[in-house]
Structures are given as C-alpha cells and as structure tokens.
T-cell receptor
Framework: KAGVTQTPRYLIKTRGQQVTLSCSPI?????VSWYQQTPGQGLQFLFE???????NKGNFPGRFSGRQFSNSRSEMNVSTLELGDSALYLC?????????????????FGPGTRLTVL | GESVGLHLPTLSVQEGDNSIINCAYS??????FIWYKQESGKGPQFIID???NMDKRQGQRVTVLLNKTVKHLSLQIAATQPGDSAVYFC???????????WGAGTKLIIKP
C-alpha cells in the first residue's frame, strides 16, 4: 500500500497570505489528523477528521481550518498567515477513530509540508 | 532533509552500545504511552507502546519501562545501529481525553 502523501512538501508564503495543504491517507483509512511541529513546541494536535466530519480539535485559533472529502483526502487551510505559523505540518491517517481502550500504534504519518512564512 | 528541531536534548551513543532515552510525563492519570521515531525528512513512525497497567514491554531490540510513581518513561534500544539515528518522541494519553500529548523529543546520534 502507498503511504500517506502530503503536498506540497515545501512552501514559502508571506505574512497575511493564506495557504492550503493537502493530505492523501493510506487507502482504506478513514481518519485523518493534522499536527503542527515546531522546534519549541514539539507536535501539537490541530484536528482530526473522520467521515468528512471534524471529530476533535486542538487549541489553535480559528485561522486554522480543515475539511475532509468523501474519498478521505483532507485539506487544511491557514488564513492570514503569521510568522509564528512557520512549521512542519504533519498529516496522519488510521483506519478509524481510536476508542478510549484502543492504542495509537495504527496511526501512520506522512512526510509533512514545511511551511515558511516570511 | 527536514530538521525537526535545532534545540533538542541530544544523546550521543557509540554504535553497538545500548541507548536509553528518558521521558518525564505530566499527567498521573494517563493510561497509555507511546514512543515514536522520526528520521530526517520523514514523519514520525511508531516504535512501541505500553499501557499504564504494565511497567515493562519489550519489542524487537527495544524495551519501554514505565515508572508511574515518578511519572517517568524510558526507551531502551539494544545494540544501537546507525539506522537508529533519529529524534525520539514519547507521548501520553490523559485518561479523560484520548488525544495524545507529545514530548519535545530527544535526538539520538550514533557515533561510529
């Protein structure tokens, strides 16, 4: 099976612009999560989508949004970019939502999109 | 490749030696813990997990130890190889919310 793919791999934007990142999960996986990774903050959970619905959301401002399509592909959008949005954005997929008693070892990450805001 | 962090704690280990990576977690109610490995230019990759009702779990060349008394988690890698060079993250799942809380990561460097 092909792994999780993310496009583009690298992106340079200026403050105030908006950006859309794309994620294609592993075939058959219906859950897609997004994370922001920065040197100072580590991995921060953004949101998780399942069956085209946002199921969980982290503590990020409303400038960060996402959506999922019927084929499970997902996009995230950041509007009015700020310098602090520079980060590696990671997408992870898994077959379904993890219940309270289930583990996370089935979560597969893509290589990420490196966003630089100038 | 990608650099996931310029100011990470770093552990340098001689090739062939055992590595021990430590992690302090924050929530005494966390019921599940996981270790991920992230190589340069790649996303994190699952290594091993452990539930709070266990204090040790072994995988292939890796062992995770959990000490709930002091909220400490460690990852032991036996006979470290060049391919083990990566940033290692621990993560915990608080009992009331199944989203993971990730640690800052430790960079493992293998000396030839």
């Amino acid at each position: 099976k092909a792994g999780v793919t993310q496009t583009p791999r690298y992106l340079i934007k200026t403050r105030g612009q908006q950006v859309t990142l794309s994620c294609s999960p592993i075939s058959g996986h219906r859950s897609v999560s997004w994370y922001q990774q920065t040197p100072g903050q580590g991995l921060q959970f953004l949101f998780e989508y399942f069956s085209e619905t946002q199921r969980n959301k982290g503590n990020f401002p409303g400038r960060f949004s996402g959506r999922q399509f019927s084929n499970s592909r997902s996009e995230m959008n950041v509007s009015t970019l700020e310098l602090g949005d520079s980060a590696l954005y990671l997408c992870a997929s898994r077959p379904g939502l993890a219940g309270v008693m289930e583990g996370y070892n089935e979560q597969f990450f893509g290589p990420g999109t490196r966003l630089t805001v100038l | 490749g990608e650099s996931v962090g310029l100011h990470l704690p770093t552990l340098s280990v001689q090739e062939g030696d055992n590595s021990i990576i430590n992690c302090a977690y924050s929530n005494s109610a966390s019921d599940y813990f996981i270790w991920y490995k992230q190589e340069s230019g790649k996303g994190p990759q699952f290594i091993i997990d452990i539930r709070s009702n266990m204090d040790k779990r072994q995988g292939q060349r890796v062992t995770v130890l959990l000490n709930k008394t002091v909220k400490h988690l460690s990852l032991q890698i036996a006979a470290t190889q060049p391919g083990d060079s990566a940033v290692y993250f621990c993560a915990e799942r608080p009992d009331s919310n199944y989203q993971l809380i990730w640690g800052a990561g430790t960079k493992l460097i293998i000396k030839p």
